[in-house]
């Protein structure tokens, strides 16, 4: 689900990139990390409530994880709403401050207001990929997201190459694709169904929705934090290579949300084993999760380094073939930034092992440390030491470091948890 969600949300940008031309490219790239913190509560939600509800249902008590599964949609949609509106009047002063000139401005309005529209329907994607696993139905939710990521391509061709519509047609395909991933569970959950989980009569519990906020915080806090971050690297790249440098940085982001996709999506598929076993105090079957997915993410890590080291120059092509000083410094960068990839896995399952375990502070702070700290500190630090190639090996700096520390705290917590 999670490398699908990933692949169209990369057509958007290929499609941009190809048929609109390189400065709305880059005014996409630009305002994306904005769009990515309101969506990202719909993680924060889908995980930490995944975690709590997996916990209650190891523990034998059905109809309370009923109870605070219907709640925490409820919870997600009166959210969505808020954004929203809160999104659409930030749009243009958020745009200004992200550092749009007076070229890229009006294309980040436009793109960044419809897309926002959609947050509500956004949030319900990615909550509902947590929760389609945690009801044992991984298969249903894989097909639900291959109908809204088919919607997206499809449209994407129809609304940007036939209709002529530009960033415009970008930012409608890819809401009407969060429309279909939102909506088609909802449905699901909302008639009888053979899953574990239904929608149930419920009220709204202020403990139980902290609780969940809580547990997912580490997964809300990396997508702040990576917006955030991307962000300054924006700024950072407009400093030294201007609208180049956000696109080429643009093209690498997308890339590697295929590639960490893999990574994400592991985390996130076998959180309700592991809650559902610690709810259950299977500290065999932990032990056994623990190791495979350490094996299992090192290998992973190992194999997409590889790969993207193969794929820099058809990819590079593919995105800015067009421009070949673009080009040029795109597959430069790319290369330096996939060797990251060879430790990213082991950070990014840390987080999620610590919020399977309904520990939302060590998750929470694993996260802070690998999505903000680590990116903060290299990427201003090391352009001083390497001038603009310190931007790219700030990225690879910056997982090797939460490589060590993801290390460190499994080593610290192995006994009270009993994985190891």
Known sequence: MMVVTSV?????????????GKTPFAALILISPFIMILGGMGFMIGTGGTALVSKVMGENDEERAKRYFTMLIIFAVILGLVLTAAGIGLMRPMARLLGADDDMIEYCVLYGRICVSFCTFYMLQNIFQSFLAAAGKPKLGLIVTLI????NAALDAVFIVAFKWGIAGAAAATGIGQVLGGVIPLIYFARKNGSLLKFTKTKIEIKPILKACANGSSEFLTNVASSVVGMLYNLQLMKFLGEDGVSAYGVLMYVSFIFIAIEIGYS??????????????????????FKKSMIIMCATGVALSALAQALAIPLAMLFVGYDKALYELTVYAFRIFSFGFIFSGVGIFSSGFFTALNNGFISALLSFMRSLVFQVAFVFAMPAILDVDGIWYAMLATEICAFITAVTVFIIFRKKYHYA
């Open 8 to 20: 169209y949300v990369v057509v958007d940008g290929l499609f941009v990139s190809n048929f609109v």
């Open 148 to 151: 809204a990521g088919g919607a």
């Open 268 to 289: 996130i598929g076998c959180a309700p084993i592991i809650g559902y076993n610690y709810g259950a105090e299977n500290h065999a079957e932990l032990k056994n999760m």
